[in-house]
């Protein structure tokens, strides 16, 4: 086979040599066999000649005489980009949808060419999206960006259902589908979407008081727990020290708290391995001025940590709700007091209230807790029984919170059924 080719090519051209026939037979033959198919226009590269095309204009007389111009087309021209094969840029796509800081870092990829646009969005791509890269916001809210988030929830992106969920179940009141999304994205152990079930279980989201299930609530929130979610092993230590849904044991209720509040300070430490620790944090203030930025730990550790920072999705909600404090679908339903939580009521006097002060609520004692240590601490203060006609009327659909003797011990306040 060798012999044949080499005496065929010297008789079409004897300024060949046998190393030239060689390599030219041996890259015919690659891109003819296995995987070569796809690379076509590889051959095309190797072989096309690359002489330009000049055109000459009309010659005008010697005072108006121009410089003649090369045409920049290169008849049979290949980019170098559509010689990539696809897998390759999916590769690369991929990885970036794991690292994008933001969604117009992958959005303005999509828009550069329509390979791109159509490799974009494929599930390979986006089932690796990252949380930063989903963090749509309020006011950029549209239908388009309902889609896009529709589709990486289909290529199976458990936080893109988490986000899809969350924003359908209380900003756009479809509670079967959100609470749907949710769900799918608890069943692949996503401790933020375990605790958002947990809440709406506790609270009886979108149906009546009636529907409250305490038991599913806790089991829930064990499990996020279990991965290690701070929010979800506060409110499971409250449960425990109250009895509220579980068999009270105040001595595990104890350490939860504390385990919550040191994954807390570890988060931090892990976010900044590289920084030094500040002086503030390793000095316990109790009496701090209202304002600060800081959230303190446990009395057990002493320290004075940054606030956390809110899901996207949570910062979703607070965005769509900002400026609508007089009701969230035009009745005099409530917002939780927590800067960080965003989530509205659904029906009336779902959330628990301050029972000393009474300006304040909160759809979890996590976010109880967090914002009594973040703003709540130096604004409560004791006043007269609110005149509440609505309370009166609806009974007990409305839960207090009532402060312990021992809250700046634990630095976490005890909220009991009234």
């Not at 696809?86 to 994008?100: E, G, M, N, Y």
């Not at 550069?112 to 949380?131: D, I, M, P, Y």
């Amino acid at each position: 086979m060798q012999g044949y080719l080499i005496s065929h090519y010297r008789k079409k051209n004897h300024t060949h040599t046998t190393q030239q026939i060689l390599e030219r037979t041996f890259i015919i033959y690659i891109m003819r066999t296995r995987r070569g198919l796809c690379y076509p226009r590889v051959m095309n590269m190797c072989v096309e000649n690359n002489n330009r095309v000049v055109k000459r204009r009309k010659v005008e007389p010697a005072g108006c005489r121009k410089k003649f111009k090369t045409s920049p087309e290169i008849p049979g021209g290949c980019d170098f980009f559509d010689a990539l094969p696809d897998d390759l840029v999916l590769c690369i796509l991929r990885k970036l949808s794991f690292t994008a800081s933001s969604p117009a870092d992958f959005i303005s990829v999509l828009i550069t060419c329509k390979r791109l646009n159509g490799l974009g969005v494929n599930s390979l791509v986006l089932s690796r999206a990252s949380q930063k890269m989903l963090a749509v916001k309020a006011k950029n809210w549209s239908e388009c960006a309902h889609r896009f988030l529709k589709l990486c929830a289909d290529s199976g992106n458990v936080e893109a259902c988490y986000t899809l969920g969350m924003i359908r179940f209380y900003c756009l009141q479809n509670r079967g589908s959100g609470a749907s999304l949710m769900a799918k994205a608890a069943i692949s152990s996503h401790a933020s979407a375990l605790y958002s079930l947990a809440v709406i279980q506790f609270n009886g989201s979108g149906g009546s008081k009636n529907d409250k299930d305490l038991r599913a609530g806790v089991a829930l929130c064990a499990r996020a727990a279990f991965l290690g979610h701070v929010d979800a092993l506060r409110e499971l230590g409250h449960c425990l020290q109250d009895g509220y849904g579980v068999k009270q044991n105040i001595a595990e209720g104890r350490r939860f708290l504390v385990q919550a509040n040191a994954r807390e300070l570890a988060i931090v430490l892990a976010a900044n391995p590289s920084a030094v620790v500040p002086r503030s944090w390793l000095t316990c203030n109790p009496h701090r001025q209202p304002g600060g930025t800081g959230c303190p730990l446990l009395s057990d550790f002493g320290c004075n940590v940054p606030a956390p920072e809110a899901h996207p999705a949570n910062r979703f909600l607070s965005d769509w709700f900002s400026g609508r404090t007089e009701g969230v679908t035009g009745t005099d339903l409530r917002l939780c007091s927590h800067s960080g939580c965003g989530r509205p009521e659904t029906r009336r006097h779902e959330f628990r209230r301050c029972s000393v002060c009474g300006a304040v609520n909160y759809c979890s004692r996590a976010c109880q807790a967090l914002d009594w240590k973040l703003r709540h601490k130096a604004e409560c203060a004791p006043v007269e029984r609110w005149a509440d006609e609505d309370v009166e009327n609806e009974g007990n659909n409305g839960d207090d919170m009532q402060h312990d003797g021992d809250e700046d011990v634990n630095g976490d306040e005890i909220m009991e059924e009234s």
